[in-house]
């Protein structure tokens, strides 16, 4: 079975500083990943994902998340937060296939001004 | 290009009711999963459908139950409501079963029971 852990459940920043949240997982086979971004009282928007190629992927919003197989990590990252970046972050794998996402609990992200 | 879209917006129920939701799927698309975000947590698979049929199906009871109609639109049921079935259920449409990697959700249908 695969499991996403997000290694915190919430991460506080100041607007225009950096931020990174974190993702493992644990899959035996193969999966696609994922990060999806909740706003408030929304539903899921997809920010980015990794099928294969080029480890570190691009997303909207100037969001970017590297996949590192070795670590079965796939983190997320920003060079410099907005206030309107305040949402519910979660991490998802698919195995290859498959039909279900598999998400984490999710990190809350705070900016403050 | 339409969206997903889902109905309700929000909904309250008694324990004991029975509840039916229902989701639209984005232009295009014939795979529509369910999921279940209960507050504070990430969303839980409940099943997938494709071209009418159940083609997947997470850790949920039989008394969550699903139709996917020609058009590829599709309802969740939930018969015998329990207070732990509070919380926020998304639909996703796909564009085919091999394709559940660009799955795409709606808003949310929030359900409340009392």
């Known amino acids: 079975a695969q499991s996403v852990t997000q290694l915190d459940s919430q991460v506080p920043v100041f607007e225009e500083a950096p931020v990174e949240l974190r993702c493992n997982y644990s899959s035996s086979v193969s999966v696609y990943l994922f990060w999806y971004v909740q706003y408030p009282n929304q539903g899921l928007q997809l920010l980015l994902k990794y099928l294969s190629g080029s480890t570190l992927v691009k997303g909207i919003n100037g969001f970017e998340a590297e996949f590192n197989k070795s670590q079965t990590s796939f983190h997320l990252r920003k060079p410099s937060v907005h206030i309107s970046d305040t949402a519910e972050y979660f991490c998802?794998?698919?195995?290859?296939?498959?039909?279900?996402?598999?998400f984490g609990q999710g990190t809350r992200l705070t900016i403050n001004p | 290009e339409t969206g997903v879209t889902q109905s309700p917006t929000h909904l309250i129920k008694t324990r004991g009711q029975q509840v039916t939701l229902r989701c639209s799927s984005q232009s295009g698309h014939n795979t529509v999963s369910w999921y279940q975000q209960a507050l504070g947590q990430g969303p839980q698979f409940i099943f997938q459908?494709?071209?009418?049929?159940?083609?997947g199906r997470g850790n949920f009871p039989p008394r969550f139950s699903g139709l996917q109609f020609p058009n590829y639109s599709s309802e969740l049921n939930v018969n015998a409501l329990e207070l732990d079935d509070s919380a926020l259920y998304l639909c996703?449409?796909?564009?085919?079963?091999?394709?559940?990697?660009?799955?795409?959700f709606g808003p949310g249908t929030r359900l409340t029971v009392t």
């Open positions: 459908y494709y071209r009418e049929e159940e083609n």
């Open positions: 996703a449409s796909s564009p085919g079963t091999g394709s559940s990697y660009e799955q795409y």
């Open positions: 998802a794998v698919l195995v290859q296939g498959a039909q279900k996402l598999v």
